[in-house]
Every structure is written in C-alpha cells, then in structure tokens.
C-alpha cells in the first residue's frame, strides 16, 4: 500500500534584519541623514553668488547646470507651439509686454510715453534720445501694441524656434520676464513662456537666471561643485 503520509517539509525562518529590502532601507535612512545634514551646514555658510556660477552669461557652473535642468524638468513642461492655433492672435494674451505705457514727464506737462522694457527707456523718436511722448493713453497703447506685434513676429510668432514651456500660474511673472522670457496665456487656459531669441546659450542668459532668481527668493538650497549652498543674485 502505498503512503498517504505527507513528506517532511523544512521551513526556512529569514529574518527581516537581513533582507536586502532592510539593508536598502536603512541605507536610504543613512543617506537621506547626511543629506539633512549637509543642507543644515550650507544654510550656516555664506550664500554663493550667482555671477561666480554664470558671470558671463553663456558659461554656467556645471554641478548648478545639473540642478538647473532638473528643476525645469519638473515646473517646465516642453511644447511645441506649431500644435497651438498661432494665426488666431486673439488667443494669445501677453502677460510680459515688451512695451507699456507709463507716465512721462515732458517739461512742467505730465504725458504718457511707451516704455520698453528690453531696452529699459522710453520709446525715443528716431535718429534722437528724446522719448515720444504721446497726448493720450489710447494713442499710446495703440504704439505699444504696434511696437509689440512687429516685435513678437520677429523671430516667429509667439516664440522663436516654434517652442514654448507650459508653466503652473502667474505668480513668478517678474522672474520670468527679468530672465528674458515672453509669457502668454493662451485660449484662456494655459500659460505658457517662451524665448524669442537665437545664437546664443539660454541656459546661460534665461534658465540659470530664472532658477537662480526663485531660489533666491525663496531661499532654496542650489548645487554647486563646492555640495548644496545658499544663492545671492546680488554681485558684491
């Protein structure tokens, strides 16, 4: 007869101390214990300033490069405007005019001038430095938004290159229009930046700027070649 015992089973007791899942735990515990730390000690060392990682406009620290592009790969989302309806101009509303109109005063009379933000002055006539000074706010707005158009098809209408990055809200517009972008909001829904400008490093001259002016002001930790340090936009 044959038996309908059943064979012996040996059971293997492992302990969790000695799992690899517990030793990549507590490894990740360990790093993320020095990272605290070394983030403590650089908010105690005096901030780096951002022309000793950029001071030229093309040539950017490449340890802040690193943090640079992996901060606008997670707030800057890449796309590609020849998707968007461009000839309807209505849907496009500039959120960083190149051209407003302010105050000018011309003499004892106070008028209204363009200004133009890229050249940081007034509107000037040409062949002269005297800015045009304008006997309305409607004939001056009229001139801004000229000026504007003309300028925003120089290099393909809104941005060159046909590329744009889709941005969440408004609230960092100073930021983006002191680093060079144009930003509009597009069909009402979303906002989206762009460079129109070519021949040159953009990392340099708009994505450095821009990531290290928001670190700035929200004292955010930045990388540098020397680990995680503090960042001034100011040069003294």
């Not at 605290?36 to 340890?63: I, M, S, W």
């Not at 006539?125 to 001056?140: C, K, N």
């Not at 889709?166 to 069909?187: H, K, M, N, S």
């Amino acid at each position: 007869m044959t038996s309908t015992n059943p064979p012996d089973i040996t059971i293997i007791t492992i302990s969790p101390e000695n799992t690899v899942l517990s030793k990549l735990q507590t490894l990740t515990r360990t790093i993320e214990m020095m990272r605290y730390e070394q983030h403590k000690l650089a908010r105690e060392l005096p901030p780096v300033r951002f022309a000793d990682l950029c001071g030229d406009g093309t040539n950017v620290n490449r340890a802040f490069e690193v943090s640079v592009r992996a901060w606008m790969n997670t707030f800057m989302s890449p796309i590609d405007t020849t998707l968007l309806d461009r000839e309807d101009v209505e849907k496009w509303e500039i959120l960083t005019p190149r051209y407003v109109v302010k105050g000018l005063t011309d003499g004892d009379e106070t008028r209204v001038g363009v200004w133009d933000y890229d050249e940081a002055r007034f509107v000037t006539l040409e062949d002269s430095d005297e800015p045009v000074a304008f006997d309305s706010i409607d004939e001056a707005s009229d001139k801004a938004c000229d000026l504007q158009y003309w300028s925003s098809i120089n290099h393909g209408f809104p941005f060159a290159w046909n590329e744009g990055w889709i941005i969440d809200g408004t609230y960092w517009l100073a930021e983006l229009q002191a680093a060079g972008f144009l930003v509009y909001r597009y069909d009402d829904d979303c906002v989206i930046a762009g460079i129109d400008g070519g021949g040159y490093s953009f990392m340099g001259a708009h994505f450095a700027p821009l990531y290290a002016a928001l670190a700035a002001k929200n004292d955010w930790l930045v990388e540098t070649d020397d680990g995680p340090r503090r960042i001034t936009m100011s040069r003294e």
